[in-house]
């Protein structure tokens, strides 16, 4: 089956996707990150659809999509606040909020 | 006139409401004063117009569950409302108390007395308290407690006597603390109402067992059931309401309230505290008789109280240089003897000596109020002497008053003091304590009264004066309203015990009414009484004729003279002709003297095993609480503060240490589920 490997794939993306986001400290590269992961996801969902025949997963993709422009307006839209306030696209300067 | 019964209590009741809300702002003192003692004059003259009409009852319909009238026992019951409407009891009875006001000839002695002695003192401290702040309160105060006292009088069932009960004792708490920035009587006040509840406490658990055995709490129900009642459960329940009556009325060994409450003022000492509330101990037994009946032991323990009490109290009497306190130790010495008279099923007896009591001591309070109006509010027996000449009309009635408590014959106090020692030696019972030491336990309270109480007239108004000159500047006879109630109760307690004149002294003739008039409240009573007069025939007296128990009567009563005789000269003795006697008998038994000086050092026993004991457990479970209990939620505090000390490491305020967090945790999460 063509299929078959897709899977994997999907999970190595998410992997990628997941340690970007933990090991990177550039809020734009986090936000690309969250996107690989968000897409391998996707990726999961379409060869499942495409093998149990089924409609459901492309429908779900579509809505993962959608979220997913709405998560990164809204996430690039706080990166450009953080910036203009201090200068610095580095997540690991925003730390106001701690004991 | 019967159906208006409910308005007697009533009417005070109102009194109190208008001074109680208007007196303060809106009220001048001469409408104060008239409400006051208006409404208890209506008071009175409702009270002589219903007891008169208890004489031709037959005439009076009933109406059921509203009027009920039993000719034959002399009763009219008033059912105004429902008051409690309970569920069923463990027996099957149904637990309903009526709002219902009782009319006998018991409650008819107390009604007349109450209100007619209660008005007498009204008017009188118009007069007394004319100076003082807080006139309003006085008379508010003093119209709830005439309220109070006439619904305990009236009241048809336990349950509504105890709202009198504790509404007087309310009452007598404000009344003796009525001056209240002053630490003493504050907290008099309290000791009163404390020592009271104790008391209060056995009464209600009476009543629960009087309930649970009987299925009724009304009185005519409760006492016509009585006989179905083991004499144990009588006796246990007799015990508990005289445990209640020893609290109101001061007997040992809760007297100990009484001497204290004479920092009210007098006129209330007089109404409250000699006579009318302390005699609702006396009335609740009289009350009770049958109960008492059924349960002999409980009657015993009453009389041997009493007697005691009669005595101890008279000895705590003799070195007092309050006069206020000397009043008060014979107020609790007498009350004694009215126990006495009930415990030996002399409940008439008990009721006469307590209705010529109430108009003596009344006087006598009356009286020292008057003397201390004139001292400029001294009190001290050593500071007073001389006013003889000063108190034109205090004076004569004090020493009537004197003449009658000491129980010269042809006064009040003779006949009813003289009934109860006769009834007292007649009094056998199956414990083997017989009727004699009763009688001489009462004949030697008798010379010890008449000693102390001529002390007081002795050092008071004989003599040459012991206050200082601006004092001295200051004496005067108190105005018209305090002498009158003066004159009226000086004839009262002269008059008042011809209305119980024993055969003995009138010739065969039967004019002892007032028995008569109480026959029927105390029949079973007095078919016991005439069984124990039956048996003392038989044994101490054999062979003797009839006439005999007369004769002994005339010798008792010579006894009783005599040791009043003894009492008299030794007082003249120690205190006129030769003054140095006391001081010199008190250097040569100086253990004795201490004693009695401080009262048998009762108040510093309690103190030690009561009041200490106690603040000691108070401390203990303050210390208690400060340190365990208080400690348990600090250490929850602390274990708290620990724990988020340890979880706020966690929170670094970066976003990527969180997002490994969430991760590891969806890990686990999985690692968990698959």
Known sequence: MITSFLPLVAAVLFAIGAIGVLIRRNAIVILMCIELMLNAVNLTFASYAYELRSMAGHVFIFFVMTVAAAEAAVGLGIVIAVFRKRQSADVDDVNLMRW | MLSLLYLIPLLPLAGFVINGLLGKRFLPKWAISAVACGTVLLAFLLSLGAVFSLNNLDSVASVRGVLEVDPAAQRVTLTVAQWLAGGTGANGAVFTIPWGFTLDPLSAVMLLVVTGVGFLIHVYSVGYM??????????????????????????????????????????????????????????????????????????????????????SLGFTQAMARVGKLAPSAAAGIGLLLFIGACGKSAQIPLY??????????????????????????????????????????ALTVVAVVGALTALLAATMALRQNDIKKVLAYSTVSQLGYMFLAAGVGAFSAAIFHLMTHAFFKALLFLGSGSVIHAMSGEQDLRKMGGLKKFLGVTYPTFLIATLAIAGIPGLSGFFSKDEILWKALGHENRYGLGGTWFWIAGVAAAGLTTFYMFRLVFLAFFGEGRMDEETKHHIHESPKVMTIPLMVLAVLSVVGGWVGIPKSLSFGADLNRFEHFLAPVFEPAAAEEAHAAASLADGSMAGHEAGS????????????????????????????????????????????????????????????????????????????????????????????????????????GQVRRYALWFMLGAIALLWYLV
């Open chain 2, 256 to 297: 100990v309230w009484l001497p204290d409450a004479m920092a009210g003022p007098t006129p209330v000492s007089a109404l409250i505290h000699a006579a009318t509330m302390v005699t609702a101990g006396v009335y609740m037994v009289c009350r009770c008789s049958a109960l008492y009946l059924q349960g002999p032991a």
């Open chain 2, 130 to 215: 004319a100076h003082e702040e807080g006139y309003w309160r006085y008379f508010a105060y003093l119209n709830l407690f005439m309220s109070m006292m006439l619904t305990l009088v009236l009241g048809s069932s336990f349950p509504v006597m105890f709202v009198g009960w504790e509404g007087v004792g309310l009452c007598s708490y404000l009344l003796i603390g009525f001056d209240y920035p002053k630490d003493s009587a504050a907290d008099a006040g309290r000791k009163a109402f404390i020592v009271n509840r104790i008391g209060d406490m056995a009464f209600i658990l009476a009543m629960s067992w009087i309930f649970a055995s009987l299925g």
């Open chain 2, 549 to 652: 128990g007369m004769g002994l009567e005339y010798l008792l009563m010579l006894a009783t003279l005599g040791a009043v005789a003894v009492g008299f000269v030794l007082a003249y003795r120690f205190y006129r002709s030769r003054p140095e006697i006391p001081q010199r008998l008190a250097g040569r038994f100086p253990t004795l003297g201490n004693l009695l000086a401080n009262k048998y050092y009762v108040d510093e026993l309690y103190d030690a095993i009561l009041v200490q004991p106690y603040w000691r457990l108070c401390d203990f479970l303050s210390a208690f609480d400060k340190k365990f209990i208080d400690g348990l939620v600090n250490a929850v505090g602390a274990f708290t503060e620990v724990c988020s000390q340890f979880i706020k490491l966690f929170q670094t």
